[in-house]
């Protein structure tokens, strides 16, 4: 049997700056972090001539099938043929948070099933190898709507600041900072549910359709990365980070009518009047989780006004897709 481990993702800053059609003229940077939420894949070995099945997957249902084309859950059934794995496998999938809420699922879970795959295989597949198989994956069999960071930040993990060239390639720099300061961030985080979950697809689709439109709120939103990485990296308060979340919020907002409704808008209203200094709605928008920048003193007054939602506790920097049994 493999079990991978591939982790979620929290991104901070330069989202929507990491699609192809976006970065490829503008260039575009992300700034965020692998978190210790994860998704876990198990995949064995069995005799099919004894059963009258030869491939069973188990998600949030159990498909028993005797062909591949039966397959009816598409990621599953398209990164399986693309490994040619058409008989004699089964696989489970097990995740610690919602899927389609913010935190990088899809391509968590696209990342984990090709490290999976390929150590069943026998087949060794470096961090970016497994990045860029992802990303091809998603885009060109899938034929999702998705941009660049999700994938990268499950298959290499850490707290990255990720810089997308005109040409096509990426660079990722760890963001190097103290034990006793990545502390203070993590302390002054605060994530919760909004119960909603949402494909993302349908509003990223949105946003690239009205590209030349949001062209100056994503170069925006691009020089806020480098802003932001300064003030980690260096000796400025934090409290300047959650302010920065702020004014990224107001940026995102403008991306699309679907980024937010009245339930987000009014949580973060009663998030900053309770004390938060900003925050974000994390992945495309319009559900999933909340992220506040809220000073530790401040955050039970928080914790109260948002006492209808689910607050998840959480670390950075998280190591990246792993191959926890073999």
Known sequence: MIITRTPLRMSFFGGGTDFPEYFRENGGAVLGSAINKYIYHFVTQFPSDLFDYSIRLSYRRTECVKSLDEVQHAPFREILRFFDLNKDVEIALAADLPSFSGLGSSSSFTVGLVHALSAFQGRHVSREQLARLAIQLEREVLRETVGWQDQIF?????????????????????????????????????????????????????????????????????????????????????????RLLHQ????????????????????????????????????????????LFVPPGRQEQVRKVLEGYFQIQFQLNAPGSTVIHS
């Open 154 to 242: 499950a298959a290499y993990g850490g707290f990255n600041l990720i810089e997308f060239g005109n040409n096509g390639g990426f660079n990722v720099h760890r963001v190097a900072l103290a034990p006793e300061r990545l502390e203070e961030l993590e302390r002054s985080l605060m994530l919760f549910f909004t119960g909603r979950t949402r494909s993302a697809g349908q509003i990223e689709v949105g946003k690239l359709r009205r590209l030349d439109e949001i062209r100056r709120h994503l170069r925006r939103l691009h020089e806020l990365v480098e802003e932001a990485y300064s003030i980690l990296t260096g000796n400025r308060s934090l409290t300047e980070f959650g």
């Open 248 to 291: 990224s919020w107001l940026e995102k907002r403008e991306l699309s009518p679907e980024v937010s409704n009245a339930q987000i808008d009014e949580m973060y209203r009663r998030g900053l009047e309770a004390g938060a200094m900003g925050g974000k709605l994390l992945g495309a928008g319009g559900g999933g989780f909340l992220a």
